[in-house]
């Protein structure tokens, strides 16, 4: 009996090695490297995985003033949450892949009986682990949810290809794919993969999946009206509470946004009866309140400020008064609003994106109203808090740019005029408006008082908890130590330095801590202070003090310590222009202030009617302004961007009679003027084309005149440096050496950032080295021949070879001229063509410039047999072909491509190879991605004859609802 059982072991072990092996094909091996590969390796890496997703849904923190992206991951601080189980699950499905993906094809049996198109389907597959699928899923969606969405991409473009015929796993992976380039923004891309998805024999699983993906594909669109039908049938297919309240409070956003008020008001009632964070639910009762008719809007503000008076939303107070001041917005009530936004502000206890967004709304607000003094205040804070990833940001930064050179002339404008109005008014009624400017002044700073005193209880509030908390933890580790040294004691020292903070606040650990002022230690700083010599200086100026306080008159010195102290009338008062003198000076600095701001107004803000109306009023107030020359020429084109020529012709007469000796009168009187203003491109691309073209032909008297004409008509033209260079090119080859170098001296000193400006300090720096410039006149259009070095016989740099190795580190080029042609688009396109197609490498790309030229590199390549596969399969790429027409391409040394541009031009590198390189022969049908045996293959194209030997080559059924990591 006992011999049975040992035969029957042995058979079983038999049987369990024979189907270890992935290199044979059987039933039973399917079977058991997918038992092995869901029980031994995915177990773990899907346990990894929903320990992440827990760690995002519960970490997860949303911005409720703007709407929700509908996946977590989207929220860039979300995406580190879990990242280290995310790596987990990603390398247990490499694992499994690696140890448990069958490749090797069926055994053929009876060749004799015609297959099913079951028996095809199965036989053309690329992949017979029926299990495996979902180690690739697992995989792309971790990469996902890590917020690594290109290399998810990837993922899903290489399982399209790796499942090609098993439609139920590709439909689910197409919809993720065109969810992954939402989360890229990549609108383009995504319709494009849904649009392949189809609508007909789309499974139960792959119609939610797509639902899903539409749902923030029109988000993403800012088509709201399609993405909420959408999304509700993703709440309603939405696990987990916390997950399923945060897409219905984006339901609620979307409502509230279509004017769908009351079904708002009953989604915003779902997320608050699911419990969520108190952040969450906090948000939807404030956002509740907006939804509210607008006949209850005193209800919904009294029940904000409510909520204000709670101790709970003490960190939220920047967003009730939010919601108060879009209530008053919607009334409207711009005052009230104005109000109820500064005093978020005010209150707001963080910078938050809730305090950012605050600060947008009013920033947006005030530019509106054209209050631009506000709005310096309010986009200067709001650009140091915005997140710069938000599209908002860069008009923030530009317009807080902007404002800041203008809001100091605003402000002088309206001080001037204030205290001009008030220096007319009585005697009691300007004393009046000044006792309520110190009132005022007396309350905020009350306020301000209470606010920091508050703070500092807070603080000490919070220091002594954290000292009894210490002192509690330590108990046990200190006790039994009475004789150790009291430094050792956490207690003693935590204690120790909340008394220190409190009686001299936070001091640096240096010498003389206890001293404010430093500055007079001088060189002196790190060497022993001498505290009596101080006493004794005090003592004698003291004594000085109090020898001259006889020669002071007493009234003087009270009268000027109250015209020092914004407390005191007298401070205001002295500031009152009453006299004739004083008068004087506020009109000097009131006229320089309107000029500033009319200015500003046009240049920076571009603001045309207001700057019109800003300069009309200096040219009234202040005929006489020293100025006015350049107030009537800015009036002219003002008035010319306004579309007001009659007016734009009478402030260019005024200028050219009033002022004929100006240079801008000079401009305007040019015959030429109005052809220039409205033709004047093309007129300077033509003269510039002339000018070169003369230069070629050796003209260079007819160079000079055409330089001269360029300056006349066209002095700050986008020529002007092109011009400079060609006009002293033609001075050196004309004999005149001190020409050349004076005007290429200046052409680098005024035009520094021009890409000509490169070359030029080269051709100085070669000719005052005593290099001579050869090889005929030099050709501006000669892009590919142009390289730093080598000017003439007389450069001793060594000049390093090229080399001709097969075996290197080698890069793919795309060259082109700097600013044809628009380098994100490309870079996008190469990118997306890697990522598509390679799944193993990982190729690097860069973009450079050199003299001229810009290059996006390619790198990664081991040999320069990589390199040609890569170019000859990119070409054979129709759409890539297309794409990088008129775009040179190089295959290079990482080595020489050192050497481009500096020691050899591109068109030296092309002879170079085309005489070494080109002609060594290549490996032919390289592949230079691993894992070769992902091909397409039709199932029509298996031989017929071909079967399975009774084996259930069909053994594998997918579950409708057998798709894990879903959403």
Not at 163 to 183: E, F, M, N, S
């Amino acid at each position: 009996m006992r011999a049975r059982w040992e035969i029957l072991f042995i058979l079983v072990v038999m049987q369990l090695l024979v189907g270890c092996s992935v290199k044979r094909n059987t039933p039973i091996n399917r079977r058991w490297h997918a038992f092995i590969a869901h029980y031994n390796t995915l177990y773990n890496g899907q346990v990894a995985f929903a320990e992440g997703e827990e760690a995002q849904t519960k970490g997860n923190k949303d911005d409720y003033t703007r709407l929700l992206p509908i996946y977590e991951c989207q929220n860039k601080a979300t995406q580190s949450l879990g990242s280290g189980n995310y790596d987990t699950s990603i390398e247990k499905a490499q694992k499994a892949i690696k140890r448990h993906s069958i490749k090797k094809k069926p055994v053929a049996g009876n060749r004799s009986r015609r297959l099913t198109p079951e028996e095809k389907e199965f036989r053309a597959r690329k992949e017979f682990n029926p299990y495996l699928w979902r180690a690739w899923f697992m995989m792309a969606e971790a990469q996902f949810r890590k917020g690594e969405f290109i290399e998810a991409s990837a993922t899903w473009n290489y399982i399209l290809r790796l499942y090609a015929t098993q439609p139920r796993i590709t439909q689910v992976a197409r919809a993720r794919l065109a969810r992954c380039y939402v989360a890229l923004e990549w609108p383009y891309d995504a319709e494009d993969a849904l649009r392949r998805m189809g609508r007909d024999s789309l499974t139960f699983k792959a119609t939610k999946e797509r639902i899903n993906t539409e749902a923030a594909y029109y988000l993403l669109t800012e088509q709201y009206e399609e993405a909420v039908p959408r999304l509700e049938h993703v709440v309603k297919h939405t696990k987990g509470r916390i997950r399923r309240a945060r897409l219905n409070f984006l339901l609620g956003q979307l409502y509230n946004q279509q004017g769908e008020k009351q079904k708002a008001y009953k989604a915003l009632s779902r997320v608050i009866a699911a419990n969520p964070p108190y952040e969450m639910s906090f948000a939807a009762r404030v956002l509740q309140t907006e939804v509210i008719g607008k006949d209850k809007y005193k209800q919904m503000i009294r029940r904000l400020r409510r909520m204000a008076k709670d101790e709970n939303n003490a960190n939220y107070l920047d967003q009730i008064y939010y919601a108060i001041g879009n209530i008053y917005l919607s009334l409207p009530d711009t005052a009230n609003c104005l109000a109820s936004w500064e005093k978020g502000v005010k209150e707001s206890t963080g910078g938050g994106v809730a305090k950012a967004t605050l600060l947008l709304k009013l920033s947006d607000m005030y530019w509106e109203k054209e209050d631009y003094i506000n709005a310096a205040r309010t986009y200067q804070e709001c650009a140091s808090i915005l997140s710069k990833e938000l599209k908002e940001y860069k008009q923030v930064e530009e317009r807080a740019k902007a404002l800041q050179p203008l809001a100091p002339y605003l402000e002088t404008v309206k001080l001037q005029d204030s205290l001009q109005a008030l220096a007319k008014l009585p005697e009691a009624e300007y004393l009046a408006a000044i006792d309520r400017v110190i009132e005022a002044l007396k309350k905020k700073e009350k306020e301000e008082e209470k606010k920091q005193a508050q703070a500092e209880d807070r603080a000490e509030s919070q220091q002594r908890r954290q000292t009894m908390a210490a002192t509690a933890a330590a108990q046990t580790r200190v006790s039994g130590q009475t004789g150790a040294w009291y430094f050792y004691n956490p207690t003693t020292v935590n204690a120790g330095k909340a008394a220190f903070r409190k009686q001299w606040g936070t001091r640096k650990n240096e010498d003389n801590w206890r001293r404010t002022n430093k500055t007079i230690l001088g060189d002196s700083e790190f060497e022993e202070y001498n505290y009596a010599s101080e006493d004794s200086l005090n003592v004698f100026s003291d004594s000085l003090s109090v020898a001259g306080e006889e020669d002071i008159d007493p009234n003087q010195a009270l009268k000027d310590s109250l015209a020092n102290d914004p407390h005191q009338r007298e401070y205001y008062l002295r500031q009152i222009p009453f006299t004739e003198e004083q008068l004087e000076a506020s009109n000097a600095l009131l006229s320089d202030g309107l000029y500033g701001a009319g200015v500003l107004e046009q240049e920076s803000i571009e603001n045309f009617p207001l700057a019109k109306r800003t300069l009309e009023r200096l040219i009234v107030t202040f005929p006489n302004y020293e100025k006015m020359a350049d107030v009537y020429y800015h009036m002219f084109l003002i008035c010319g961007r306004l579309g007001l020529w009659f007016e734009a012709q009478e402030y260019r007469r005024h200028l050219m009679e009033e002022f004929a000796d100006n240079e801008n009168a000079i401009t305007l009187a040019n015959p030429l003027y109005e052809q220039i203003a409205k033709n004047g491109k093309h007129m300077e691309d033509s003269l510039y084309q002339k000018s070169f073209a003369d230069y070629m032909a050796s003209r260079y008297d007819e160079v000079g005149r055409s330089y001269e004409q360029h300056i006349k008509n066209f002095p700050e033209g986008p020529h002007r440096a092109r011009m400079m260079f060609v006009q002293a090119m033609s001075l050196l080859y004309s004999g005149d050496r001190s020409g050349f170098l004076t005007l290429l001296k200046e052409l680098i000193q005024k035009y520094s950032q021009e890409e000509i400006s490169e070359l030029a300090a080269q051709i100085v720096k070669g000719v005052q080295n005593g290099r001579l410039l050869q090889g005929g006149p030099w050709n501006a259009s000669g892009l590919w021949a142009r390289r730093m070095r080598d000017f003439g016989e007389g450069d001793t740099t060594e000049v390093k070879t090229l080399i001709e190795e097969r075996i290197a580190n080698y890069a793919f080029v795309l060259a082109y001229e700097k600013g044809s042609l628009d380098e994100d688009q490309l870079l996008f396109e190469v990118a997306r063509y890697n990522f598509s197609n390679f799944m193993v490498r990982n190729f690097e790309l860069e973009i450079s410039d050199v003299s001229g030229i810009s290059m996006l590199v390619v790198k990664g390549f081991l040999s320069y047999d990589e390199v040609h596969a890569y170019a000859q399969q990119l070409y054979g790429d129709r759409h890539m072909a297309t794409v990088l027409e008129g775009i040179r391409s190089l295959l290079i040394a990482e080595d020489n491509l050192k050497l481009l541009g500096v020691d050899y031009s591109f068109d030296d590198y092309e002879t170079f190879y085309e005489e070494k390189i080109q002609p060594i022969k290549v490996t032919e049908e390289l592949n230079i991605d691993e894992n070769q045996e992902i091909e397409d293959i039709d199932p029509e194209d298996v031989p017929e004859g071909y079967g399975t030997n009774g084996e259930d080559s069909t053994e594998e059924v997918i579950e409708e609802d057998d798709f894990p990591f879903g959403f």
